[in-house]
């Protein structure tokens, strides 16, 4: 990887990367399985992205504008998916008559393509947090962090607005190749539970480096040692211990390095080691993620299969810069949320954006929804109220006049 190009940095909700081999691999039929498992995975770090990156469209989820970030081919992504998730358990003659319903209900959608099936998946199928889950909640006016072992949906609205419709003539042509011939936009609505970890419970990982390994599979590890090295930072240290290290068998599996071989024999950990230490060479070739490797045995151990993982020192964060960088994106889409609640015609216009920064920029309108929009973005971000609110509400809305764009906002 290019380490002096700039690296396109967002936040990811840690609950995914602490159960990201769940997500991935096939665990239980009540958990994401199959072959949609890293398409899956993509989408939620889109999402994560355009929360941080894509103010204006962020809801919409256009299928150009994804394969273009996430390394897809468009023509890929809408092909006709061959087990649809909508049709399990449904016979031809039901199929078809999802097909007739979506001919004569603009409202009603068949999911039919590959990047729809996993969409799909995303608003229908809960992800299952097999280690637990952390999420945030607010009360008496402070943040509280909850234990939720159980799962949530990532998309918890979805519609679509078919922009041309296939005719009737070519029904037959799209049961063969899927809704590909539809322009069609998604309008989907995330799960606060998920939102709200992008501010207070997160990590950062880089797109350019999830890409790159994810041609050989190594997108789940890399996002797995980034978790940790993000743990290890919050206990002020940069290195695992002996007692408390990755499992060598937990790190084989998220590396996808099997233990059986075909015949059903096992394979031999010397191998297996060997196949590890070369994924740890790649990630740290391919990725912003730097660290050594140093292999130990327990007392009950004749060789050495406990890795000691030592990343390059972690600078140390400015809290208040990440800080202010949260609030500048909860502050952002606050103050669009007010917009759509008193502009309506204006909040679904082509021109969005410039009739946004010009009613932004004016004081003299909603100045009671903007300071609202203030208040509880500060209040998100920090998970309670400054004693100085007030005054901080009245410079917020003096400086409004000269700002150019939301960048400027603090």
């Known amino acids: 990887m290019d380490t002096t190009a700039p690296l396109d940095i967002f936040r990811i909700d840690k609950n995914i990367a602490h159960n990201i081999d769940y997500i991935s691999k096939y665990h239980s039929d009540n958990n994401i399985v199959n072959s949609d498992g890293g398409l899956i995975k993509n989408l939620i770090y889109y999402f994560c992205h355009s929360y941080q990156n894509n103010l204006f469209n962020f809801g919409n989820f256009d299928v150009i504008d994804f394969a273009s970030k996430f390394g897809y081919s468009p023509d890929y992504l809408k092909k006709r998916h061959p087990e649809p998730e909508q049709f399990k358990g449904k016979s031809p003659e ?6 007739y319903q979506q001919e004569e209900d603009i409202s009603f959608k068949v999911y039919d393509s590959i990047v729809e099936n996993a969409l799909y998946i995303l608003h229908t199928k809960p992800i299952i947090f097999a280690r637990g889950a952390r999420t945030v909640d ?63 419970y997160y990590l950062k990982g880089a797109k350019e480096s999830l890409i790159q390994l994810r041609k050989s599979s190594l997108d789940d590890l890399y996002l797995y040692l980034s978790n940790l090295k993000n743990t290890l930072a919050l206990k002020g240290t940069n290195k695992t211990t002996r007692e408390e290290t990755p499992n060598f068998e937990l790190l084989c599996k998220i590396a996808n390095i099997k233990s059986i071989k075909e015949n059903g024999e096992p394979y031999d950990n010397k191998y297996r080691k060997r196949d590890l230490v070369k994924c740890f060479t790649e990630i740290n070739k391919r ?24 990343f390059e020192d972690i600078k140390a964060v400015d809290l208040a810069d990440e800080k202010r960088s949260v609030f500048k994106n909860r502050l952002s889409h606050e103050l669009l949320e007010a917009f759509r609640i008193c502009k309506g015609g204006d909040y679904h216009s082509d021109n969005r954006d410039v009739l946004f920064m010009s009613w932004l920029k004016d004081i003299s309108q909603n100045e009671k929804e903007k300071r609202l929009a203030y208040e509880t973005a500060h209040f998100r971000t920090h998970g309670k109220i400054s004693q100085f609110i007030d005054n901080m509400k009245d410079s917020f809305i003096k400086k409004l006049t000269l700002i150019n764009s939301l960048n400027e906002l603090q």
């Open 94 to 99: 039901e199929i078809e008559r999802l097909y």
């Open 138 to 200: 607010y009360q008496n006016n402070e943040i509280v962090y909850n234990k939720q072992s159980n799962s949530y949906l990532i998309i918890q609205q979805l519609n679509t607005k078919t922009i041309s419709k296939i005719t009737k003539e070519n029904r037959s042509s799209r049961k063969l190749q899927g809704n590909q011939g539809s322009k069609v936009v998604y309008q989907y609505t995330l799960n606060n539970l998920f939102i709200e970890n992008l501010s207070h």
């Open 287 to 310: 990725s912003e993620l730097k660290f050594e490797v140093t292999w130990v045995k327990s007392d009950k151990q004749r060789w050495n299969y406990i890795p000691i993982l030592k």
